[in-house]
């Protein structure tokens, strides 16, 4: 029987050698044979997946867009306080975002793509407003988590979530795009220090 290919997967094992490319050569420079040298398939294996390679780049963003809100997913099922649901606990929302740093060589590579791409949506349009689109995705699922926290009487209920949203996401990339570009200074357990810092001036029982 011939194999059966699980193209989605397939095409998200290259959305990972697209980040790893990336972070080797930088956005610019990378080619569609680095990518497939770094994926372990022919160019020709990619063709079949992609049309050419902003193509690519721009599905290993979409990637890891998803990645990010997925981690929240998880978050809302692994994490439990008191017997409760963690979907609304600050736990969850605190494992959320950690999952969104470059704490390790992987995220980092995750991240080398993102940054690229703000250089490019600066000059493009088009890409500019996928940007927003995907930045409008991720404020409200950190906004959501927020409300439901104050639902659940876990966070203070006078808090704005919208504006701790913003206040969050703006945090998150600017420890992300310093720990990818020193990540000697700022290892993990140091940028989950100083997101726990901006968590906690959010009041609630971390």
Not at 50 to 73: G, I, N
Not at 90 to 102: F, K, T
Request: hydrophobic share 45%; charged share 30%.
């Amino acid at each position: 029987m011939p194999k059966v290919v699980d193209h989605e997967s397939r095409r998200r094992e290259i959305a990972r050698a697209v980040w790893r490319a990336v972070g080797r050569v930088g956005l610019d420079a990378v080619t569609v044979r680095d990518i497939a040298e770094e994926a372990g398939y022919s160019t020709g294996v990619l063709s079949h997946y992609f049309s050419d390679k902003d193509e690519m780049l721009l599905y290993a963003l979409r990637v890891s867009v998803e990645l990010a809100a997925e981690t929240f997913e998880r978050a809302e099922k692994v994490v439990k306080v008191e017997g409760r649901d963690g979907a609304a606990s600050p736990e969850a929302l605190r494992a959320g975002l950690a999952g969104c740093l470059p704490l390790d060589d992987a995220r980092r590579d995750e991240w080398r793509v993102w940054l690229a791409f703000w250089g490019r949506a600066a000059a493009d349009e088009t890409l500019a407003a996928e940007q927003r689109r995907w930045y409008e995705r991720w404020r409200g699922l950190v906004r959501d988590m927020i409300a439901a926290c104050q639902r659940e009487g876990t966070l203070p209920a006078g808090l704005d979530a919208a504006r701790e949203a913003d206040a969050l996401v703006v945090v998150v990339d600017g420890i992300g795009l310093q720990a990818t570009l020193e990540p000697d200074r700022l290892p993990a357990e140091t940028q989950v220090a100083l997101l726990d810092r901006q968590l906690g001036l959010l009041g609630g029982a971390w």
